[in-house]
């Protein structure tokens, strides 16, 4: 068999330095395309010489962008961390209230009892204005987007 030009051949032991492989590792994967130059080296060809370099390259970009996610997500973890607790020392003390509220007024709602002790109207406002919004639509007729509330009862003069 004629053998390539050695400029276009690349020694095993040359390309495992580039890659961090050992050159029996890389005569193994490579087996059935290796050839051997006139100095007695294990090559391969430059195009399979490229494409495992770039393969290479590739896995290395790969575990820095890897680590750099990684290294991310431990800087945000404190945060999310105090976020929760935080948000968890709020609920306590919100639940240490509804027991004080309700040992005061055990006859007492649940509704009340949440707006009383939730320290904003937040959902439960707007929830509330809402209805109302939906209410005022219906006792005038009109309809809003994708809802239609029961007919009130009339009035009884």
């Known amino acids: 068999m004629s053998l390539p030009h050695n400029d276009l051949l690349v020694p095993l032991s ?13 005569a193994v994967r490579f087996a059935a395309e290796t050839l051997v130059d006139d100095l007695g080296r294990v090559c391969v060809d430059r195009p399979t010489a490229a494409a495992l370099i770039a393969e290479h390259q590739a896995h290395q970009r790969a575990a820095a962008a890897a680590a750099e996610q990684a290294e991310r997500d431990r800087a945000t973890q404190p945060a ?18 509804q027991r004080e509220i309700l040992a005061a007024d055990p006859d ?16 439960l406002g707007r ?31």
Request: hydrophobic share 45%; net charge negative.
């Open 14 to 26: 040359v390309l495992a330095l580039e890659v961090d492989a050992s050159a029996d590792q890389l």
């Open 108 to 123: 007492l709602d649940a509704l009340t009892l949440m707006r009383m002790t939730s320290g904003d109207d937040g959902g």
């Open 80 to 97: 999310a961390a105090a976020a929760r607790e935080a948000e968890d020392r709020a609920a306590a003390a919100r639940e240490a209230r």
């Open 127 to 157: 929830a509330g204005r809402r209805w109302d919004e939906l209410a005022a639509a219906e006792r005038r007729g009109d309809y809003g987007v994708m809802h239609r509330l029961p007919p009130l009862p009339a009035k009884e003069n």
